[in-house]
């Protein structure tokens, strides 16, 4: 029972250009969005989060946009640098009062080209 | 600040020996998750613990596998007897309870059943 989907496993983008990765998710009862980056041989990073009753946030290079009618967010990188190659997990979080369960699966790869 | 310390990086064994994956959290997080990556699943959780109580173990595969956290420095996954199909990476993570607190990983075990 798939919670989220990445459906592009895998994106090439050149250097300097936008890269754009989507999620879609299916439960309308998550309170937050959080995207994770992971280079190889690495664990996970937490790279930026949104709330369900936003539709934008921004950091830096990094925009995520949700659209709650579509159950659909994503993740504009702009510009992007070959430093970006790595695989992006989207997670729901759903507020329990406690740590949430976070549920990942098998992200995008993205790669950024010179 | 160290982060959260696995141990080994790396495990190769025959199948049937016992395996045992260690982690330490970072200090003062009250959360502890351990997941499992391959390349079918991508990244799923295991089990994870709240002061040192496991709180949902549903996604241990089978009674092989178990989970303990003695003290708030230190957990352990251990795999008994391990089969080939267990090969994958291990990741532990920590975090502080709450809304929108991410999870901090370790850079995970690399395990090999032969």
């Known amino acids: 029972d798939q919670q989220v989907k990445q459906n592009s496993p895998s994106l090439s983008v050149q250097e300097g250009r936008i890269s754009i990765l989507n999620c879609d998710y299916t439960n309308s009862m998550f309170d937050y969005f959080l995207w994770y980056k992971k280079y190889p041989a690495e664990g996970p990073t937490f790279l930026i989060s949104i709330s369900s009753i936003k539709d934008k946030n921004e950091d830096g290079r990094f925009t995520v946009f949700l659209n709650k009618s579509a159950k659909h967010l994503s993740l504009h990188i702009v510009p992007s640098q070959p430093g970006d190659s790595a695989v992006y997990f989207c997670?729901?979080?759903?507020?329990?009062?406690?740590?949430?369960?976070?549920?990942f699966g098998t992200g995008t790869r993205l790669q950024v080209t010179l | 600040d160290a982060g959260v310390i696995q141990s080994p990086r790396h495990e190769v064994t025959e199948m049937g020996q016992e395996v045992t994956l260690r982690c330490k959290p970072i200090?003062?997080?009250?959360?502890l998750f351990w997941y499992r990556q391959t390349m079918m699943r991508g990244l799923e959780l295991l089990i994870y613990?709240?002061?040192?109580?496991?709180?949902?173990d549903s996604g241990m595969p089978e009674d092989r596998f178990s989970a303990k956290m003695p003290n708030a420095s230190f957990s352990t996954l251990k795999i008994q007897p391990s089969e080939p199909r267990d090969s994958a990476v291990y990741f532990c993570?920590?975090?502080?309870?709450?809304?929108?607190?991410?999870?901090?990983f370790g850079d995970g075990t690399r395990l090999s059943i032969l």
């Open positions: 997670t729901p979080e759903r507020h329990t009062g406690t740590a949430s369960k976070l549920t």
């Open positions: 993570a920590s975090t502080l309870g709450g809304t929108n607190q991410p999870q901090h």
């Open positions: 200090s003062g997080h009250d959360y």
């Open positions: 613990f709240n002061n040192n109580v496991p709180i949902d």
